[in-house]
């Protein structure tokens, strides 16, 4: 098969199934062409996951698809931005067919569940390796940055956390148990919270994505912010089936595990009173945004201080 016959058979037919409107033109042409609405900024981004680091060698590639897109997906919820449309630059060692049809079988469920319209892409070969590039919107100047934190805000997660990086443990299990198959669903199929994401933009001074774990992303909002923090670590939400698999350090994996694809935001108190009920029930306080530097964690009893730690990919980790 060749690259044209690849792209005609597997990719092309994704293309126009999903109608929101962002895409002129699709792919086939030597660009893509995107409409703006009137009023809007565009909001953008490119993820790369490369086989060995980001996932797993021999990785099912309908989730391989799915995490791609979804980690893409959820730099713009973060953002506050509205789904528009995303290319894909995909690197493969070899034309499988079989491979190719669970990967845009992955790719197109993503691409309607996120509301995401392929635009358009690239296919060479080499080692296995794709980059997605995310295109969103959102009203002018509304774009959620990291760098809004103010000492008072209420620092809010959506969600629960620590599942994916607890799900790291069990992608070899033969036969998993109930918990283990819960843990490794949100690793294999995130869902990144875009319509969370938008209905923040205006109310969060501050927002990041989840990718790297509390700990590290919570980290880049206070630098960017020129602010410190402390969170209750009591606070911070867990799935029942996360304290079922590991106890006491459940709340390690939720504080220094990536892959969740939560968001982080901060708000101010006044605000969060008087949020929509969508928005609370999605959300927990898990701190508070402070004038003096630094992560503090309150550990029952006390308060002790611990190392920011995240997934940094040219250090290695303490
Ligand atoms: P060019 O040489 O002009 O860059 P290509 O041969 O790379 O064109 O691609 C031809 C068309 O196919 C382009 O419109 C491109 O966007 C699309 N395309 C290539 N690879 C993919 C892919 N993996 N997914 C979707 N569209 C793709
Ligand atoms: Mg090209």
């Excluded at 797993?56 to 979804?70: K, T, V």
């Excluded at 306080?285 to 964690?297: E, F, K, R, S």
């Amino acid at each position: 098969m060749g690259e044209f016959e690849l792209i005609q058979k597997h990719f092309l037919p994704l293309a126009g199934s999903v109608s929101n409107g962002a895409l002129v033109l699709g792919p086939g042409d030597d660009c893509a062409i995107q409409r703006i609405p009137a009023g809007h900024d565009l909001v953008f981004s490119i993820d790369t996951m490369v086989e060995g680091i980001h996932f797993p060698a021999s990785y099912p590639p309908e989730y391989l698809a799915w995490r791609a897109l979804a980690a893409a997906a959820s730099d713009l919820a973060a953002m506050g931005a509205a789904p528009a449309c995303f290319t894909l630059a995909l690197t493969l060692p070899a034309a499988d067919d079989d491979w190719l049809t669970g990967f845009a079988r992955g790719l197109a469920d993503a691409s309607h569940i996120f509301r995401l319209a392929l635009a358009g892409g690239d296919t060479t070969r080499g080692p296995l390796s794709l980059s997605v590039q995310v295109h969103g919107t959102v009203a002018e100047g509304r774009g959620l940055r990291r760098s809004g934190a103010r000492a008072g805000d209420l620092i809010c997660v959506s969600g629960t956390l620590g599942d994916a990086g607890a799900a790291l443990d069990y992608l070899e299990e033969a036969q998993p148990t109930d918990d283990m198959a819960q843990v490794l669903e949100r690793y294999h199929h995130p869902s990144p919270r875009l319509e969370l994401g938008e209905s923040l933009s205006g109310l969060a001074t501050a927002a990041i994505d989840i990718s790297d774990g509390l700990m590290a992303d919570l980290g880049h909002i206070l630098e960017a912010s020129g602010a410190g923090a402390t969170i209750d670590q009591a606070l911070i939400p867990l799935s029942p089936a996360l304290s079922r698999l590991k106890g006491a350090r459940a709340v390690d994996y939720a504080l220094h595990a990536g892959d969740d694809y939560e968001l982080c935001v901060t708000v101010p108190e006044a605000i969060w009173q008087v949020a929509s009920d969508a928005i609370r029930s999605q959300m927990t306080v898990i701190g508070t945004v402070n004038q003096d530097a630094g992560l503090h964690i309150k550990d029952s009893p006390g308060h002790t201080d611990r190392p920011t730690t995240g997934f940094d990919h040219f250090r290695s980790k303490a």
